[in-house]
């Protein structure tokens, strides 16, 4: 917690909505990057040896060497996303740096399109539009022509049950999808009963049963590759998978394998574990129809985004007044 009694130095590493950094200069000593594009080494390296608050985005790498070379006023990491996976959060603790997040306002609009992505794979939504503007609908109508597979009935096995999980599956349910989910630790009774959600301790066992699987959890160690090559071979050749958590979360290379050998039906992802770098497998596959690939556009709403922005300000706002951010990470939450 900070006190200070001059307007902090907050910079921020990428553009933000206009309404958000018009607030931030507001309020703050605030130094924006207006060329929007992700900070070189050297520059993130002279930001946090300058500031007293930092708002990185997910393309920032905070790792303990960047963090070695903090100035003395660095106290708090106020960061513009719910994911801190980018962050040593650890070594930022050890130094005495704050570190928040934005969870919550996020969750609805990821879930929709985690949602859109499912449809969007089972009902082959992709190829479908790229038809007619490549002037290929040429014979019309067809009874057997670019048939997907219908998604009431099926089962729908969520990995990983937190807010953004239970947001899905509440828009599933509607769908006529069959709940199903693997989660560290199980929600209660009554969240189960409502989303009539039927909770599986082993994650190899409910792979083995559903027919589409949604990642919805945090990449931390525990949760790297947590969809290993053996975890995926469990799945049904007509499964689908959907990521809009984290790339890591899954291993790409044998997902791409597994589509490619037929032994995977399809992918919907929003999320890499290179990115912006995406294998060039997943591309190939995408072009074939097989996978839907998006640019990490899970919270890419107005709303979203401006909700985010809002929520950095307040953890700055209430830290730098001497207070316990509302967003704070704790050592028990890594």
């Given at each position: 917690m900070s006190s200070l009694k001059r307007k902090p130095l907050v910079v921020v590493t990428r553009r933000l909505p206009d309404a958000v950094e018009t607030r931030m200069r507001e309020l703050f000593d605030t130094r924006l990057n207006h060329d929007d594009a992700p900070l070189s080494p050297e520059a993130l390296a002279i930001a946090i040896r300058e500031a007293d608050?930092?708002?990185?985005?997910?393309?920032?790498?905070?790792n303990a060497g960047?963090?070695?070379?903090?100035?003395?006023?660095?106290?708090?990491?106020?960061?513009?996303?719910?994911?801190?996976?980018?962050?040593?959060?650890?070594a930022a603790l050890e130094r005495g740096i704050t570190v928040t997040n934005t969870p919550g306002v996020l969750t609805e609009d990821t879930a929709d399109?985690?949602?859109?992505?499912?449809l969007a794979v089972a009902r082959r939504i992709a190829e479908g539009a790229r038809i007619i503007p490549d002037d290929d609908w040429t014979t019309g109508w067809s009874p057997t022509w670019m048939l997907g597979r219908r998604i009431t009935g099926k089962r729908l096995g969520i990995v990983g049950m937190g807010r953004i999980g239970q947001a899905l599956a509440r828009r599933a349910?509607?769908?006529?999808?069959?709940?199903?989910?693997?989660?560290?630790?199980?929600?209660?009774?009554?969240?189960?009963?409502?989303?009539?959600?039927?909770?599986?301790?082993?994650l190899d066992q409910m792979l083995a049963r559903v027919d589409i699987v949604s990642v919805n959890c945090p990449h931390t160690p525990a949760t790297y590759h947590l969809l290993s090559a053996r975890r995926l071979k469990l799945l049904k050749p007509e499964a689908i998978v959907v990521n809009t958590a984290r790339g890591?979360?899954?291993?790409?290379?044998?997902?791409?394998?597994?589509?490619?050998?037929?032994d995977i039906s399809a992918a919907g992802l929003d999320v890499f574990e290179q990115e912006p770098a995406v294998s060039p497998r997943l591309v190939r596959l995408a072009r074939t129809g097989k996978v839907v690939l998006l640019p990490h556009m899970g919270s890419a709403t107005h709303e979203s985004r401006t909700d985010m922005g809002?929520?950095?300000?307040?953890?700055?706002?209430?830290?730098?007044?001497?207070?316990?951010?509302?967003?704070?990470i704790l050592p028990t939450m890594l």
């Open positions: 608050v930092l708002v990185p985005t997910v393309t920032d790498e905070i960047l963090l070695a070379q903090a100035g003395p006023n660095l106290r708090l990491i106020a960061n513009f996303g719910n994911g801190v996976d980018h962050i040593d959060v650890g399109m985690t949602m859109a992505l499912i349910k509607a769908f006529g999808l069959s709940i199903h989910y693997h989660n560290r630790r199980r929600v209660p009774s009554a969240i189960e009963e409502a989303l009539d959600a039927t909770y599986w301790e082993s890591e979360v899954i291993d790409e290379n044998a997902l791409a394998r597994l589509i490619e050998a037929g809002e929520k950095v300000i307040i953890n700055i706002k209430t830290f730098m007044d001497g207070h316990r951010p509302p967003d704070r």
